[in-house]
C-alpha cells in the first residue's frame, strides 16, 4: 500500500494554555486548582451562564420573527453599532463624525485576524507589505504574534512592557521602542486588564504613549477583551481606546464579548475601525469584506444577537451591568483575599502588586521552577510564566492556594 | 489636518449575489422575483426554519445543563463525529478503521479555507504555494478566492460545463486531469454542482477516480447540498464514499447551510480521510494552529442544534423528512417550469431543467438576456444564467416561464 500522502507533516504541539486544562481534568487529587485558562467561574469553581443571556436565549428561542438567513458579510448591524457604541462612547466624536465601522467577528481573534489581514494585504503602507513591522508587548497573549504572522507579517517585534525587577510597567523601555520604531509600525496595545500581566499603563502614561505615537505615525491596533470585566465599569476600561480617538488617532480596536458576556463559544466579536472621514473607513470595510469572504463568509448569529439584543434595551443593558460587576467584584474580593493572605504568612517577596493589578489575570512573579512545583507537588494548575486566572479562586481554594505559593517561594529559588 | 492613513485603499466591488439580492430589494416593482442568492424558500416566498431546528433550539434554551464555555478548537465533539458519519455513511471502511478526523468550521467556507490553508502549508513539499489548484468551470466564484487567500500561486481551471451541449464535457475533465501535474489538487463538487446543477453520473465518478488515482491527484471535495439534492443522504454522498472505498486520501468541506437551513449560525465540517490514524492526527494537529488563528474555537450553537437533531433517532427521522420536503419542493418547481416551457414552444431544449439537480440551474440565457430579464422584467439571476429554483413559487412560476420565452425570442 502506497505511503499516506500526510507522511512528512509532523505533530504540532498542543496550545499551552488547552494542554494545561486538560492535565487539570486527568488529574484525580481532590486539592486540585486550575488556575490556568481564562474564563470567569463562581465561588463554587462553575462556569456561569450570565442570568440576562439565559433570559434574552429564551426570548430568541420564543421569537417566531426571527430566522437563519444569512448575515450580511460585515455581520448583524444592530450588533455593528451597539458594539462599536461600547467601545467608543455614546459621545464619541467618531461616532458623531460617522467616521467609524465595524466588522462582527470571531470573538477578539476573529477581529485581530481580519484587522492584520487588511494591514497586510490592503494599502497600508504600501500594497502587500509584508514588511511593516509589528510590535507586540513582552510579555503578552501568545496568540497575537501567530495570527499575525498567518497574516502574512515577515517583521513581528516585541515592545518592552513588563519589568520583573519593579513588578510593574517598564515605561521607558516602551517609550523607547517606539521612538526607535520605524514610522507606520503596528503597535497591539492592550486597551485594558494586559494579558498576561494585569499591569495596564495609568492614563498620564497613556498620554505618553499616545504622544509618542502621534509624533512617529505609529498605527494603533487595540485589544478589548475585557471592558466592564476589568474594572466593573465600561467608561473606565475604555478610557485608552477612546483617548486615542478623541486625539484624532485612525486605529483599529478589536473587541471580544467572550468574557463580559461570558459567550465564551458563540464567538462574539467585533473590529471598530476609526478612520479620518466616512469615505475612508467605507473604503477600508469594503476590503475587509473581501477577506472575510474568503475566511468564514459572514459571521454565525446567535452570539451577536444575544448581545444587539441585550446592549439595545435599557432594562436589559442594566441587568447586564449589573451581571459584569458581579465577575468583577468577585476578582477584586479574591485578589484582596489572596494578597492579604500571602503577607499574613509573611511570604517573601512583595504583593502589592497582586491587588494593583487588574483583569482577571496576576503575574505572580513565580518562576518556571516555583511554578513546576505547584503543578506537580501541590496540584495547582498555572501557565508557566507565573500567570494565575484569579477566577480559579474561590472561598474554599484560597487557603490551600496562599499556602502552597508559600511554599513554592520559600523552598524553590 | 492630515491626509487619512487609508487614502489610497481603493473601494472593492460588491460581491456579485448579494449586489443582486441588495438591487432586487430596492426594486419597488411587483412582479419581482428573486432568482439569484442560493438560500430555501417556501412557496409563499419565505424563508423556512426547519420544524426539528426550531423544536431542537427551544430544547437548548431550556437546558440548564448547557453553558457557554469554549469549544475545544476542533469543535463540539458530538457534531465532529455525526457530521463525518453523515458525509461518509455508517458502514465507512474509513470510519471503521478510525482514519478519520473533522474539523468543525465556520460553515462550508471555513471548511475549504481550512483544509487550502494546510494543503498549501503541509502538501506536496512544505509551504509549496506552486501545488496547481483545479476548479471547475464554472464553479462558485469563492472557490477561487479561498484558495488565492489561502496563498496558492497556480489555480486553473478544468473543463466542466458543455454550453452547447448543455451537460458535462466529460472528455475535456478527463483530458485536463490527465495532463495535470501529479499531486495537482482538484476541487470537486460532491453533488448539486454550482452554478451549473450538473452532476457526473456513478459510471463518470469511477473514470474520473481512475485517473485521479493513475495520476496522484488530490480529491477536495466540496458537499453543500447532501441531501437537499436528491432528497437521499446517501445517494447525494455516493461520490465522497466511493472516493474512499477506493482508498483515496481526501478532504471533503461540509455545509449544514442547506440542508439544515442554518445558514447564519455557520455550520460546517472539514473531513480528512487518511491512510491510517497517526496521519490523521498528525494533520489535525496541524489544523487546529490554523484554526487557532482563525477563529480560536468555533461556535456553538448551530452545531449543538445539529449535533442534537442527528444523534437521535426520533430527531433525524424528522430532520430526513424537513430535507425532503425541500428537495421534493425543488423537483416540483423543476418539473412544472419545464413543462410551461415546452408548452410555450421556447425555442430551444429545455430537459436540462429537470435533469439538472439541486437548487440551481444553469438556463443558458446569455447575459444579454439576463439583463433584459432583470430590468424588462424584474427577475433577479446571476449573469451566468444561473437560477435558483427555490425563488420559484407556484404563484410566479407563468410570470417567469413567459418571460424567459420573452427573452429568449427577443434577444440574442
Known amino acids: ?13 498542543p496550545v499551552a494554555v488547552f494542554k494545561l486544562t486538560a492535565d ?3 488529574d484525580g487529587d481532590a ?8 474564563a470567569y467561574r463562581t465561588d463554587e469553581g462553575q462556569p456561569w451562564v450570565l442570568p440576562v443571556v439565559k433570559k434574552v436565549e429564551q426570548m430568541i428561542a420564543n421569537d417566531n420573527s426571527l430566522n437563519h438567513e444569512y448575515l450580511p458579510i460585515l455581520g448583524l448591524p444592530e450588533f455593528r453599532a451597539n458594539a462599536s457604541r461600547i467601545a467608543l462612547g455614546d459621545n464619541s466624536p467618531a461616532i458623531k463624525e460617522n467616521r467609524f465601522g465595524s ?3 470571531l470573538g477578539g481573534t476573529g477581529a485581530l485576524r481580519i484587522g492584520a489581514e487588511f494591514l497586510r494585504r490592503r494599502w497600508y503602507n504600501g500594497n502587500n507589505n509584508t514588511a511593516t513591522p509589528v510590535y507586540i508587548s513582552a510579555p503578552s497573549w501568545e496568540n497575537h504574534n501567530s495570527v499575525f504572522m498567518d497574516a502574512g507579517f515577515k517583521d513581528i517585534r516585541t515592545y518592552h512592557y513588563w519589568d520583573a525587577a519593579k513588578r510593574g510597567l517598564d515605561l521607558q523601555g516602551l517609550l523607547d521602542d517606539m521612538e526607535k520604531a520605524p514610522e507606520f509600525s503596528i503597535f497591539i496595545l492592550h486597551a485594558c486588564a494586559h494579558n498576561p500581566t494585569g499591569t495596564d499603563p495609568t492614563p498620564d502614561q497613556w498620554k505618553q504613549i499616545a504622544a509618542v505615537m502621534k509624533r512617529r505615525f505609529l498605527f494603533p491596533f487595540f485589544d478589548s477583551a475585557y471592558q466592564g470585566f476589568a474594572s466593573g465599569s465600561l467608561d473606565k476600561d475604555a478610557w485608552a481606546v477612546q ?10 480596536c478589536a473587541q471580544s464579548f467572550s468574557k463580559n458576556f461570558g459567550l465564551y463559544n458563540e464567538r462574539v466579536g467585533n473590529l471598530t475601525v476609526v478612520g479620518k472621514d466616512a469615505d475612508n473607513v467605507q473604503r477600508v470595510l469594503s476590503q475587509m469584506e473581501k477577506i472575510v469572504r474568503t475566511t468564514w463568509s459572514n459571521p454565525p448569529s446567535q452570539g451577536a444577537r444575544i448581545v444587539a439584543t441585550t446592549l439595545s434595551s435599557p432594562q436589559l443593558f442594566a441587568e447586564w451591568k449589573d451581571n459584569v460587576k458581579t465577575m468583577a467584584d468577585r476578582v477584586l474580593l479574591m485578589r484582596s483575599e489572596l494578597r492579604s493572605r500571602l503577607e499574613s504568612l509573611g511570604t517573601p517577596g512583595t504583593w502589592n502588586h497582586i491587588t494593583e493589578q487588574i483583569g482577571m489575570f496576576s503575574f505572580t512573579g513565580l518562576n518556571p521552577k516555583q511554578v513546576e512545583y505547584m503543578i506537580k507537588e501541590k496540584h495547582i494548575y498555572l501557565m508557566a510564566s507565573g500567570r494565575i486566572n484569579m477566577c480559579g479562586l474561590t472561598t474554599k481554594n484560597l487557603d490551600y492556594v496562599a499556602k502552597s505559593i508559600h511554599e513554592a517561594v520559600t523552598k524553590i529559588s
Open 1 to 13: 500500500m502506497a505511503a499516506s500522502i500526510f507522511t512528512a507533516v509532523p505533530r504540532a504541539p
Open 24 to 26: 487539570f481534568r486527568e
Open 31 to 38: 486539592r486540585k486548582v486550575n488556575l490556568g485558562v481564562g
Open 103 to 105: 466588522v462582527q467577528s
Open 243 to 252: 483617548y486615542f480617538v478623541s486625539e484624532g488617532f485612525e486605529l483599529f
